[in-house]
Each structure stands twice: as structure tokens, then as C-alpha cells.
């Protein structure tokens, strides 16, 4: 967060990261080996930068055109220094801290719901130990009425789950087939404020879509497995309706909410989509965790961040949700029809065909860089070190086997397509 002004030539991307190595060094090695961009007759330098945290005055200039950030969502003080470089120095964010602290999962499924889309039925139940504060008690005994958590559970029906509001990362999660499992997993919520959702099941398949601008990769994933198994290489695993629907919905929600950056899931049975997460707005692109997919989503990165960089894009913080509203409120409009004013709308506010030009100008060597860089000696020394740094000794050489297969079955993939 150190002091600095921008000059006109040198676009500078703020990395503000967690725990990981592995997509920043790929990020970092991508953008220096894509040398400067030239857009309508401009060059422009590019630059990246780890960004640390310190005191920061609400007047300290910002000198990053573009921050993505990994953190913000566990450690609060960056996301307060997010929000002045948003309202204080224009700077581009992905994602929109306004709107991810405010407007969490809940929020997500309320928004959801109202442009149309098939939440399963949630319920928000009031906490099982409510805060501690002195006023709680006079609130308590005049207004927080007794409920019957059962009564509640049998209107949405067994098996369902129960899960915080603000979701993440699992936390608090669980299936509840039976009223002894409710009131057990009720008691432990705490002073977690907990959604209970019907279940869907069973379904076809769980698809988890990675959105990053306005592109999206629908994958086809398995929650039950280890993390490095849960994303499967499978391709068109969707009937065209349900995929085109997700699509849409990633999009929309993404649009809506002003994130740039987010990962999706939704339960398919045959063409019925059932969204149960949106609200993923620092999502997980680590290369043991997205192997095959992994060069898509760090080329979509490099490409969204540069596009943002060098355009001129400006920074929305607000958003035009009456603009959606008046689509889902519209009588006259069938479900197909919305559907279709709702990627309208996402693609305006991406500006996807102006990103689409750009990447194929501006970034026309990036797709081949990014291949032969994957298929190189760093790539592969970047990915041991990955699976060094994040597994026991006696599972590397598997693991370094199982994703070197896998990348190595995406650059062979690459050459066929
Ligand atoms: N309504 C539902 N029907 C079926 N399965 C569900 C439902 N809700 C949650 N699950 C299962 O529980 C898992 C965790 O729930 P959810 O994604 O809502 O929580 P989370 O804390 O955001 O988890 P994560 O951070 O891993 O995405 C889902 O990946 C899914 O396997
Ligand atoms: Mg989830």
C-alpha cells in the first residue's frame, strides 16, 4: 500500500493475496513475458506488484490501475483499504468490496429469486445463541418470538441443508435428513446465522462454473472428493439448455452484483438448474485445485486484468439492479425471453464484444504464449514446487504424476483444437 503516483505509460496490477504462490507466479510470469500491450495506437507497459499491508492514510495516493484480491474476504483491514482506493482514487477492483460485504450468499439467493431463477426453498432462522448484548434480553422477551423449529423444517421437507447465511469455505455445513440431526446441527450453529434449504436430490450433475469478465467455464465437479479430484474434465456433460441457463445466471449475478471474479454452482437434472452457491467472490483458481483448467482461468485473469488496465474501463461501485428488476417484472416476457435481457444486460455491463476485439488484438499472442509457457521446464517447476508446498512427502511424486497428466493433456488438447 506504499505511496506513488501512476504515469500515463506504466499500468501497474496490485496482487492482494492469502496464503498462495502458484497463480500469482503464473500471473506475474504471464504479464512479463507478454511484454508491453498496444491499444488504439497506445503502448502500455505492465507491471504487477504483491501488495503489503500497512497503516495507509485515507489520502494516500493509490498507484495500482488494478487490484485483484484473495484476502479481503477473511482479513478486514485490506478490504477497508479496498473500499478508499475505490471511492477515493477510481482504482479497479476485482472484486467490488461494497458489495461482497454487504451483499453475501443470502443476498445472492434473494436476488436470484427475484429475476426468476429456481432457488430451492430457504428459510433464514433467527440464531440459536443470539449476540451478546445488554440490550438482548428487553428485545428478546418482547419481540424475538418462540418458533417451532420442526414446524419450520416440514415446510421445507427433509433432506435438507443447514448453512451460515454468509457461507464459505463450508463452514457450518450440513445435510440434515432427520428432526434429531436438525436440532443437533441447530444447537451447534451457535451464534451462526443459518439458512435451512431443501436439499436437491438427486441430481445429474453439479456443475461449478468459473466466471472471470464475461467469460465463463462451466465445470463439471464432485464435491465429495478430495479437492485435487473435484473438478473432472468432462466436456458438453450439459444439455445445451442447461448449460446456455448457467451461462446466463453466472453472468447475471455477476453483473448484478459487480463481480468480476466469482465462481458459481448450481445441481442440473436433466434441463432444470438449481443454484445453491453465487457468492464466491474470491474464488479458489489454484493449479492443484483447477489442474486441466487451470491455463483458461489464469489467460481469463491476465486478460480481464490488462483489458481493465489499459482500456479506460472505469470502476463501478454502485449498482443498476432496477434495470434487472424491470426485466423479471415484466409479464409479458417468458422465462426464454429473460434469460436472453439478462446476458443483454451482462454482456453491456462487461462490455463483452469490446473485450472480445481487444483480447483478439491487443492479446493476440497470449493463447499460444500461455501454451508453450505450460508446456515449458518453468511451468513444470512452478507445479512441483505447488504440490511440494502443499501436500505430506510421501504423496509427491503422485501428485506431481496426476497434474503433470493433466496439464499435459491440456497442451496436447490445445494442439488438436
Ligand atoms: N440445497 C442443496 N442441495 C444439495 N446439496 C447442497 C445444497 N446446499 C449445499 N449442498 C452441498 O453442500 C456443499 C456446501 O454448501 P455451499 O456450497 O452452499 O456452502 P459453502 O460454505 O459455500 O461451501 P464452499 O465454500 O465449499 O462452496 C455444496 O457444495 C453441496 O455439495
Ligand atoms: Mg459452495
Redesign the pocket.
Known amino acids: 500500500m506504499t505511496i506513488g503516483r501512476r504515469d500515463d505509460t506504466t499500468r501497474l496490477i496490485g496482487l492482494l493475496l492469502g496464503t498462495e504462490n502458484d497463480w500469482p507466479r503464473a500471473f506475474e510470469t504471464l504479464v512479463r513475458r507478454l511484454g508491453a500491450v498496444t491499444h488504439r495506437g497506445a503502448e502500455h507497459e505492465l507491471r504487477t506488484e504483491r501488495i503489503t499491508i500497512e497503516p495507509f492514510d485515507l489520502r494516500d495516493p493509490v498507484r495500482y490501475d488494478v487490484v485483484i484480491d484473495r484476502l479481503a474476504w477473511w482479513y478486514y483491514h485490506p478490504r477497508e483499504w479496498l473500499k478508499k482506493a475505490a471511492l477515493v482514487d477510481d482504482t479497479y477492483l476485482l472484486n467490488n468490496p461494497f458489495t461482497f460485504q454487504a451483499m453475501e450468499?443470502h443476498s445472492a439467493y434473494c436476488a436470484m429469486i427475484r429475476l426468476g431463477f429456481d432457488i430451492?426453498d430457504t428459510v433464514l432462522v433467527p440464531y440459536k445463541n443470539p449476540v451478546d448484548h445488554e440490550k438482548w434480553a428487553y428485545t428478546a422477551a418482547t419481540y424475538n418470538l418462540p418458533f417451532d423449529l420442526d414446524e419450520v423444517a416440514g415446510r421445507v421437507g427433509y433432506p435438507m441443508?443447514m448453512?451460515p447465511f454468509d457461507?464459505?469455505?463450508?463452514?457450518g455445513?450440513s445435510r440434515v435428513d432427520d428432526p434429531a440431526a436438525l436440532h443437533a446441527a441447530y444447537d451447534q450453529s451457535g451464534q451462526m446465522l443459518m439458512h435451512l434449504?431443501?436439499?436437491?436430490?438427486p441430481f445429474d450433475s453439479?456443475a461449478r462454473s468459473l466466471t472471470i469478465g464475461p467469460e465463463t467455464k462451466i465445470m463439471k465437479f464432485r464435491?465429495e472428493l478430495p479437492m485435487h479430484d473435484r473438478y473432472e474434465v468432462a466436456h458438453a456433460f450439459l444439455p445445451p439448455e442447461a448449460g446456455m441457463e448457467i451461462l446466463t445466471l453466472s453472468r447475471t449475478i455477476n453483473a448484478f452484483f459487480r463481480w468480476e471474479f466469482n465462481s458459481c454452482?448450481a445441481?442440473v437434472s436433466g434441463t432444470s438448474v438449481r443454484p445453491?452457491?453465487y457468492a464466491?467472490a474470491c474464488p479458489d483458481i489454484a493449479i492443484t485445485s483447477l489442474h486441466y483448467y487451470f491455463p483458461w482461468a489464469i489467460t481469463q485473469l491476465v486478460s480481464w486484468s490488462i483489458f481493465c488496465a489499459v482500456s479506460g474501463r472505469r470502476p463501478r461501485v454502485d449498482t443498476s439492479s432496477r434495470d434487472w428488476f424491470d426485466v423479471a417484472d415484466d409479464p409479458e416476457l417468458s422465462w426464454s425471453d429473460k434469460l436472453g435481457r439478462y446476458a443483454l444486460l451482462a454482456d453491456r455491463y462487461f462490455q463483452a464484444d469490446e473485450y472480445r476485439e481487444f483480447c483478439s488484438h491487443a492479446l493476440a499472442s497470449l493463447p499460444d504464449l500461455v501454451r508453450d509457457w505450460v508446456a515449458s521446464a518453468d511451468f513444470d517447476a512452478l507445479l512441483v514446487e505447488t504440490v511440494r508446498t502443499t501436500y505430506p512427502a510421501h504423496e509427491h511424486d503422485r501428485f506431481v504424476a496426476h497434474f503433470r497428466g493433466l496439464l499435459g493433456l491440456w497442451v496436447t488438447d490445445q494442439a488438436a483444437a
Open positions: 450468499k430451492p441443508y448453512k457461507g464459505g469455505a463450508w463452514r455445513v434449504q431443501a436439499a436437491v436430490t453439479f464435491p454452482e445441481l445453491i452457491d464466491n
